[in-house]
Every structure is written in C-alpha cells, then in structure tokens.
C-alpha cells in the first residue's frame, strides 16, 4: 500500500479545522488498522453495529482514552447495549427510542451524548425526523429530563450534487440555530459529512465528521 493510514489521516486533517472532531469510521476495518489510527492520533472511532463493536472495544480495551460513536441505525432491540458500550450515539432518530433511552439511562446509569438524526431532504432509505416532526416532537422530547441532546446527525441520500449537498447541510445548521432560539441550548454540535462530502459539510458549519473509506480503505 502506497499510503499509510497516518498519511490518509494528514491529507484530511489539511483539509479541515482544528475545532472540527474527525470520527474515524472503523466499522469495516480490524483492530490493527484500528491501532495505526490511534497512533496517528485519532481517539474518536465511530462503529454501527452493536455486536460487533463489542469485540472490537473489548481487543482494544487498552486504550483507554479512546471515545466510542454509534454512528449506525439504532434498533431498540439493541438500545440498552449502546447505552453502555458507547459515548456518543448520533442515531437517536424517532420519538419512540427516545422515550426508550430515557428509561434506559436512568436504570443503567450511564448517559452517553446523543445527537438527533435528520433527515432534511427527501430519502426513503434513510430515517430521521423531518423539520416539521421533530418540531412537533420538541414538547414530548423536553419531557425526557436524562437524555443529553447535544445536537443534531444527518446523512445525505444518494447523487446530490456540491451545491445541492451544501443547501442540505446548511439546513442542518439553520434547524439547530432554530432549536436554540426555542431554548435547546445545547444544540451546538453537527454531525454531518462523510468521505465523499467531509469538505463541503465543514464549509456548511459541520462540528463533526465521520470519515471511514478515505481512512481505512484496503486495512
């Protein structure tokens, strides 16, 4: 391989600044590819499913100041598991799991950061509240007094062109200053940008990116 992970990791952190946090997308690569990364300097790494997670924190369970994503669709089947295993969920996507975690977090004790998937443009294979319903779902979410909502996730559909990817981005942006306005201080991180779009996420305001193939790609 021409380029080592630590190479791929600096031609990307060129491209963005200091204050964005990059979550290294690890979900398909092994836990040696895992360690380079950590080497280079990542402590951020974004996994989606549970299960396999679990291995895999468990092979690395030496390092200990790494923080663990679940980037992934969430069922409630497995929400109990990702309460424990991670630090961060970005997929809390419906009011139903969110209800569902609240309960969660007070038995087990554990309170991870959790973001508010969106979904801003329009994409059946992909879930997360519109605009209008999560509005509509503000007053049931206020009720939910242990989740600690510190922004919002979304991932874009398939195809869209720059611009057409930056308008959705930026709408990102504009909803959570809008949650702010209505008294949801703590709205202050987007997650937002993938490999293909990381750089036009971060013009549209992106605090967070999750970067795998451009990372991890043959490791």
């Not at 242990?146 to 942006?173: C, H, K, W």
Request: hydrophobic share 45%; glycine share 6%; aromatic share 6%.
């Amino acid at each position: 391989m021409s380029q080592t992970i630590a190479d791929r990791l600096n031609q990307i952190r060129v491209n963005i600044p200091p204050q964005v946090k990059l979550v290294a997308v690890s979900k398909y690569t092994t836990t040696e590819a895992v360690r380079a990364a950590y080497a280079a300097g990542v402590r951020d790494f974004g996994e989606s499913r549970v299960q396999d997670s679990k291995i895999k924190q468990t092979e690395l369970a030496d390092l200990t100041d790494i923080t663990w994503h679940m980037i992934g669709s969430l069922q409630s089947n497995k929400a109990r598991q990702a309460i424990a295993q991670f630090d961060w969920i970005h997929s809390l996507d419906r009011l139903s799991l969110a209800s569902q975690c609240d309960r969660l977090i007070q038995e087990l004790g554990k309170s991870p950061k959790l973001l508010l998937q969106v979904k801003l443009a329009e994409d059946p294979h992909k879930s997360g509240w519109t605009e209008a319903e999560l509005l509509a779902d503000l007053p049931q979410l206020e009720k939910l007094q242990n989740l600690d909502i510190v922004g919002l996730m979304t991932i874009l559909p398939l195809g869209l062109n720059g611009d057409q990817a930056y308008e959705v981005f930026s709408r990102v942006g504009e909803l959570a200053a809008k949650l702010r306005s209505l008294g949801w201080a703590n709205i202050q991180e987007l997650s937002m940008g993938m490999s293909a779009d990381y750089a036009i996420a971060v013009k549209a305001g992106a605090t967070m990116i999750r970067v795998g193939s451009q990372i991890f790609s043959g490791y």
